[in-house]
């Protein structure tokens, strides 16, 4: 009776350690490959370093799409430099408006 309850031990424990290396994992496939290689090439990595594209801030603060960031629209930092980066005063950054804002440099660490 022992060497047949030992067996039985036995042959549970590789039944369920079989069962457990058997369970697929996810992978990714090639699409999400894909998608998360263009997530990372959208994506703005600066580190707190240099300032984002231009259409980057359109996608995220041009609400009625009319290519420019009006002060009801911005967000950010960007909020509080507003009237410097406005440089005709028109209530709107444009493109060309932003491209002549200097690169903001490295982010303050907060304690």
Known sequence: MNKQFFKMILVGM???????????????TNTDAAA???????????????????????TKMDTNGDGKISKTEV???LKNDFAK????????????????MPARGPKRQRN
Not at 14 to 28: G, H, N, P, R
């Open 36 to 58: 998360t290689t263009e997530q990372k090439r959208n994506r703005t990595d600066r580190k707190g370093e240099g300032k984002p594209q231009f259409a980057e801030l359109l």
């Open 14 to 28: 590789v039944v369920i350690l079989f069962a457990a290396c058997s369970k697929k994992t996810t992978s990714t």
């Open 75 to 77: 967000q950010g930092r």
């Open 85 to 100: 980066v406005d440089k005709d005063s028109d209530g709107f950054i444009t493109e060309a408006e932003f491209k002549q």
